[in-house]
């Protein structure tokens, strides 16, 4: 598969993809505190989607460039642009973040969140955004917790495709490791902050089941549609067996943090 377009997710994608909001600002304003917008002003938003994050580093004063390749992903931004009070400095465009249409160096700071994993050629994507960015100056890798997804029925969705000889194998990079590792290998330095953000999700059984259902995850674009469906009415059956009720909320650790990169 190529790299993955949420154009088929765009109605469920940000009510999915929620975070805890205090930890939210607080790692927001220790990222504004370490790089003032006054000094990092111009910033590249590879994968920018309907700007859940763009939009809150807009209001902290920086000016936003990003691209997607969803079109409608980019629709539900610039719909929430024009009804924004306050005008902010964001534009966006369709593009590939494999092949890029700015000059080398022509941002302050770029910020990319959930980003590498959906990429095929994710390396490539990689020194693309650094060619962007000044010399010296920060690529930021956030990661902003797992919204409304119950990992252990992630898993079990997979084995049961697997089953089914369908199997789901990654897009592009498998973790956030692997793509740290290949930044070291070429030479930039990283600087993880962790361990900062941490909250307790509690997730309704039926909500979240009903997500995967929905094929709110791009794991879940591989399978046909009736492997889908045999593999849904397993998994449902397998929950209400185990907690005895959808109705039931599993708690599900979370945490955001993020890695700054820099190329030297």
């Given amino acids: 598969m190529k790299s993955l377009s949420f154009d088929g997710m765009t109605h469920l994608y940000d009510e999915t993809r929620v975070f805890n909001p205090a930890c939210f600002r607080a790692a927001l304003d220790h990222l504004v505190e370490r790089f003032p917008p006054q000094r990092y002003h111009h910033v590249f938003k590879p994968g920018i989607g309907t700007g859940r994050i763009a939009i809150p580093l807009a209001r902290k004063g920086y000016r936003i460039t990003g691209v997607d390749i969803s079109d409608r992903m980019l629709g539900v931004l610039r719909r929430r642009?024009?009804?924004?009070?306050?005008?902010?400095?964001?534009?966006?465009?369709i593009a590939d973040v494999t092949e890029l249409p700015f000059p080398d160096g022509a941002f302050d700071m770029a910020v990319a969140v959930h980003l590498f994993y959906f990429i095929s050629e994710w390396k490539k994507a990689a020194d693309e955004i650094m060619r962007v960015?000044?010399?010296?100056?920060?690529?930021?890798?956030?990661?902003?917790?797992?919204?409304?997804?119950?990992?252990?029925?992630?898993?079990?969705?997979?084995?049961?495709?697997?089953?089914?000889?369908?199997?789901?194998?990654?897009?592009?990079?498998?973790s956030t490791a692997e793509v740290l590792a290949y930044f070291k290998i070429q030479g930039c330095r990283t600087h993880p902050v962790r361990e900062r953000w941490h909250w307790t999700s509690r997730i309704r059984l039926e909500n979240a089941l009903s997500y995967?259902?929905?094929?709110?995850?791009?794991?879940?674009?591989?399978?046909?549609?009736?492997?889908?469906?045999?593999?849904?009415?397993?998994?449902?059956?397998?929950?209400?067996?185990?907690?005895?009720?959808?109705?039931?909320?599993?708690?599900v650790p979370n945490q955001i943090y993020y890695v700054v990169v820099t190329r030297r």
């Fill in 81 to 93: 642009l024009a009804r924004s009070k306050k005008p902010l400095q964001v534009s966006c465009q």
């Fill in 133 to 174: 960015v000044k010399p010296g100056h920060p690529l930021v890798l956030m990661h902003t917790g797992t919204g409304m997804e119950i990992p252990l029925l992630n898993e079990r969705y997979r084995e049961l495709c697997a089953q089914h000889a369908h199997g789901i194998s990654d897009i592009g990079a498998s």
């Fill in 212 to 251: 995967v259902e929905s094929r709110a995850y791009s794991f879940t674009s591989f399978a046909p549609d009736d492997i889908h469906l045999m593999v849904m009415e397993r998994l449902m059956s397998e929950a209400k067996e185990r907690f005895g009720s959808l109705a039931t909320e599993v708690e």
